[in-house]
């Protein structure tokens, strides 16, 4: 089955919906998504952004869960700016 292409900022919202299912990552204000060359998909999370700059273990235990499946539905848009065309 074929993936479905998300832009980094689509893929960052399915990930922060899957953190906000939890009440002790409501902290978590943002997460980046970044492109990468992996075997199983093109994508990561780079970083993830909470008030007071720390984020609770349970939660960077949900991100890992929630891209680990996010990557097998979704893969990446690379975009491509003008000046490269």
């Known amino acids: 089955m074929a993936k479905t292409l998300k832009t980094a900022p689509e893929l960052e919202r399915h990930v922060l919906n899957e953190l906000r299912r939890c009440a002790a990552c409501n902290a978590v204000s943002a997460v980046t998504v970044a492109a990468v060359e992996r075997p199983d998909s093109n994508w990561e999370v780079s970083h993830i952004n909470a008030v007071g700059g720390v984020v609770?273990?349970?939660?960077?235990?949900?991100?890992?869960?929630?891209?680990?499946?996010?990557?097998?539905?979704?893969?990446?848009?690379?975009?491509?700016?003008?000046?490269?065309?």
């Open 56 to 85: 609770p273990q349970v939660c960077a235990d949900i991100c890992g869960a929630a891209v680990a499946r996010l990557r097998g539905l979704y893969d990446l848009v690379v975009e491509i700016e003008p000046e490269e065309i």
